[in-house]
């Protein structure tokens, strides 16, 4: 909501939450989709040797890992936000 403070806030979302709250938020969640956005990019150039049921595909990687490792996956990245 960059520009809030200059009258742009169709959803009124200021009212309710601190502007600079906001600001750093967005902030943090644009640098972390760069991250996956290069982390996309990189699982199909480099592969680790010997991993069993390794696939560059992103979407049908899910489905080649074990549920125990997705769960994993999701318990640090609800750690890390």
Not at 8 to 28: C, G, V
Not at 51 to 63: E, F
């Amino acid at each position: 909501l960059v520009g809030a403070e200059a009258g742009f806030d169709p959803l009124y979302l200021s009212d309710f939450m601190d502007i600079k709250w906001m600001r750093e938020a967005e902030l943090k969640h644009g640098r972390i989709c760069m991250m996956a956005t290069v982390g996309i990019i990189a699982q199909e150039l480099f592969s680790l040797p010997g991993i069993a049921g390794y696939d560059p595909n992103p979407v049908t990687a899910c489905s080649t890992v074990a549920p125990d490792v997705l769960i994993q996956v999701v318990g640090v990245m609800a750690w890390a936000e």
